[in-house]
C-alpha cells in the first residue's frame, strides 16, 4: 500500500533531521481539521505547539511575521525546529518568509489545503507579506524542506470562491504550458471538486517544479509563470483597497484576459486563440467595466510593480495556448493607453 500524506511528510522531516515541528495554520482549517496531524507523534515527530491566525489576507504582514517569531523564540525553538505550514498560500507565504528570517533560517514544510496552494503557492519557495496593499513586496526565495502530496480530500470542505480562485490559476497552467490541459478544461462541464482530477493537480505542480528547477531564483525563465499577475495583483490590491476583495486566483483570471489581449494586439497570439481564451475565462469568471477610479489604482499599483524596470511594465505574453514568452516591456504611457481604454470597456460577453 502507498504511504498517506502524513507518513511521507514524516519520512522528508526526518531525513531533513527535524524531529520537532511547530504547525503554523489559519483559523478556519483549524476549525475543520484540528486533529489532522495526529499521527505524526507516532512516526517520531513531535508536535511542539500550534500556531493559529486569522484567515485571509490581512494577516500576510510583517506584524504578524513578528508575532510569531516572538512565540518560536519564546518556545525556545532552535535550528532543528521546523515549521509546518498547513492551510493555503496565505499561510504559506507567511509561514515560510518568518521561517526564512527566524534565526536567520529554520526549515519549513508546506502542507497545502486549498486548490492554488496544491498547484502553486506551496511549490517553488516564494515567500513573503504585503505591505500598503502592495502585494508580496517584502519578501525572499528560500525552497521549504518538502511539500506535502496535496490531499484531495481536504478540498473537499473549500467554498465556492476558493475553488474558483485555485481554478484561475490552473487555466494559466493550461495557458502557458500545457495545452492538453487547456482543451480538457474546456470541455469540464461545470467546476466542483468531483470535476478536479488528481492529474490535472499533479499536471500543474510538475510544471511549476520543472520551472522552478531551472530558474529557482526567477531571474528570467521562472518569469512564465506571472502570465495575468501584472494586471492581476494589481486588481487585486486595488479591490482590496476599495473594501470589495476578491481571491487571488480570480484576480489573476481577470488579469489573464487582459493580458490575453496584449498578446493579441503587442504580440503573436493569433485571434482565435484569443477568443478561445475568453470563452473558457468567461465562462467561469465575470469582469466588469472599471470605472475612473479603479482604473486610475489599479494603473498605479502597476507602475509599483516589482518586476518593472526603469518606469517600463514587465508582462508575460502568450504566442500560443501553451506558448509564453517572459520579459515582455511595456513603456508606462503605451501601458495606460492601452489598459486605460480596456479596463473601461471590460469583458461584459463572451465571444461566439
Ligand atoms: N508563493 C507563491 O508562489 C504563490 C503562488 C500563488 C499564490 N500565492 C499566494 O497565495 C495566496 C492565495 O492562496 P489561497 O487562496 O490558498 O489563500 P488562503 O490561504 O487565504 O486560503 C483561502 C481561504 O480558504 C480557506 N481554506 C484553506 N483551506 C481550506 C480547506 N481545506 N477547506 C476550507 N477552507 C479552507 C482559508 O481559511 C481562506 O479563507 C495569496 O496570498 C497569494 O499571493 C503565492
Known amino acids: 500500500m502507498k504511504d498517506s500524506p502524513i507518513q511521507q511528510l514524516a519520512v522528508s522531516l526526518k531525513k531533513g533531521s527535524c524531529r520537532q515541528v511547530v504547525i503554523l495554520t489559519d483559523s478556519n482549517v483549524d476549525k475543520l481539521y484540528p486533529d489532522y496531524f495526529s499521527s505524526l507523534e507516532s512516526l517520531g515527530i513531535q508536535v511542539q505547539d500550534k500556531i493559529v491566525v486569522a484567515p485571509g489576507e490581512?494577516?500576510?504582514?510583517?506584524?504578524?511575521?513578528?508575532?510569531?517569531?516572538?512565540?518560536?523564540?519564546?518556545?525556545?525553538?532552535?535550528?532543528s525546529v521546523c515549521l509546518l505550514n498547513f492551510g493555503g498560500g496565505m499561510v504559506s507565504d507567511l509561514g515560510g518568509f518568518s521561517a526564512s528570517v527566524f534565526k536567520r533560517g529554520i526549515h519549513y514544510v508546506n502542507c497545502p489545503t486549498t486548490l492554488i496552494s496544491m498547484i502553486d503557492a506551496a511549490i517553488g519557495g516564494k515567500t513573503g507579506v504585503n505591505l500598503l496593499h502592495t502585494k508580496n513586496i517584502i519578501g525572499l526565495i528560500n525552497q521549504p524542506l518538502a511539500v506535502m502530496k496535496p490531499d484531495l480530500d481536504l478540498l473537499k470542505t473549500l467554498p465556492y470562491q476558493d475553488l474558483l480562485s485555485g481554478f484561475g490559476e490552473m487555466i494559466k497552467y493550461a495557458l502557458i504550458g500545457l495545452p492538453k490541459l487547456f482543451e480538457e478544461l474546456c470541455g469540464m462541464e461545470k467546476l466542483a471538486v468531483p470535476g478536479i482530477s488528481q492529474f490535472w493537480i499533479e499536471s500543474c505542480a510538475e510544471f511549476k517544479q520543472a520551472v522552478v528547477s531551472v530558474d529557482p531564483n526567477d531571474t528570467a525563465y521562472r518569469h512564465i509563470l506571472n502570465f495575468g499577475h501584472t494586471v492581476g495583483h494589481a486588481i487585486e490590491g486595488a479591490c482590496a483597497m476599495d473594501g470589495h476583495p476578491v481571491p487571488h486566483g480570480v484576480a489573476v483570471a481577470q488579469g489573464m484576459l487582459y493580458e490575453a489581449l496584449l498578446s493579441r494586439v503587442f504580440g503573436s497570439l493569433p485571434e482565435e486563440s484569443l477568443r478561445r481564451i475568453q470563452r473558457l475565462i468567461l465562462r467561469y469568471f465575470e469582469v466588469n467595466p472599471m470605472g475612473d477610479d479603479m482604473v486610475d489604482l489599479v494603473l498605479e499599483l502597476m507602475e509599483r510593480d516589482k518586476k518593472n524596470r526603469d518606469g517600463d511594465i514587465n508582462f508575460t505574453i502568450l504566442n500560443e495556448i501553451g506558448a509564453a514568452q517572459s520579459d515582455y516591456y511595456l513603456d508606462s504611457q503605451t501601458c495606460r493607453q492601452f489598459f486605460e481604454l480596456a479596463f473601461k470597456e471590460g469583458f461584459l460577453t463572451s465571444p461566439k
Do not use: H, P, T
Request: one cysteine or more; aromatic letters at 0%; charged letters at 35%.
Open 58 to 79: 490581512e494577516s500576510k504582514n510583517l506584524s504578524q511575521v513578528e508575532k510569531i517569531c516572538a512565540r518560536l523564540l519564546e518556545l525556545g525553538c532552535d535550528k
